[in-house]
């Protein structure tokens, strides 16, 4: 969960809800794991993976972990799990969706990474396979205030293309990224190629390949 909302994930997680309770997964292999355009993994391979519960009445809860390494020392943090729940609604052809997340690093040794956030996100899709996304967190712990925005194009059954901007308004420097990329499914399997970078400086950007698959 713990990664930068495009509207192919909004959409996913504001459609209306099915009447019946659901439970799904998902599992990927990534390059590098990032977050807010910023790479978790020091730009190496990640594994990830969740489950969901849609309860067929808007509500939904659901966990996801993936594998980090902040600063090249093992004995720092490896994994990242995070617990998220919320009410995904349409109102006037807007999809919605208002929840919370905590985030926990359970073999941090050396500080207290674990944080939690509020988060609010919209999103519309158009005629045409076009639409837009955006989301809102904050975070009152660290005093943090996040925003992104995100755009998709369907060009086919089976090919997408987005792009994605976020910046904190508040907190960690106020920084800003941005991402661009496309995703491909063939055979049940999502196959994502993607730019990140960021205003940090540094060596910061990189291209990410990544292979998910949803059950």
Request: net charge negative.
């Amino acid at each position: 969960m713990r990664k930068l909302l495009v509207l192919g994930a909004l959409v996913a997680a504001t459609a209306t809800p099915a009447l019946a309770q659901e439970v799904s997964g998902n599992v990927t292999l990534t390059t590098d794991y990032h977050w807010r355009n910023v790479t978790q993994s020091n730009q190496d391979l990640a594994v990830q993976g969740g489950f969901d519960v849609d309860f067929g009445t808007g509500f939904y809860l659901g966990t996801w972990a993936s594998t980090v390494d902040f600063n090249n020392d093992p004995d720092d943090t490896n994994v990242e799990i995070d617990f998220y729940g919320g009410y995904a609604f349409s109102a006037g052809g807007v999809d919605l969706d208002f929840g919370a997340i905590y985030y926990v690093y359970p073999d941090s040794e050396t500080s207290d990474l674990d944080f939690f956030e509020l988060y609010a996100a919209v999103g519309r899709e158009f005629e045409g396979g076009f639409g837009l996304g955006g989301s809102l967190n904050w975070d009152p712990d660290n005093e943090t205030v996040y925003a992104d925005i995100s755009g998709a194009f369907a060009v086919s059954d089976v090919l997408s293309i987005d792009a994605g901007y976020g910046t904190y308004l508040e907190g960690f420097g106020e920084y800003a990224g941005w991402n661009l990329g496309g995703t491909y499914s063939v055979a049940g399997v999502d196959l994502d190629l993607r730019y990140y970078d960021n205003d940090i400086g540094g060596d910061q950007d990189n291209v990410v390949f990544s292979i998910s698959k949803s059950m």
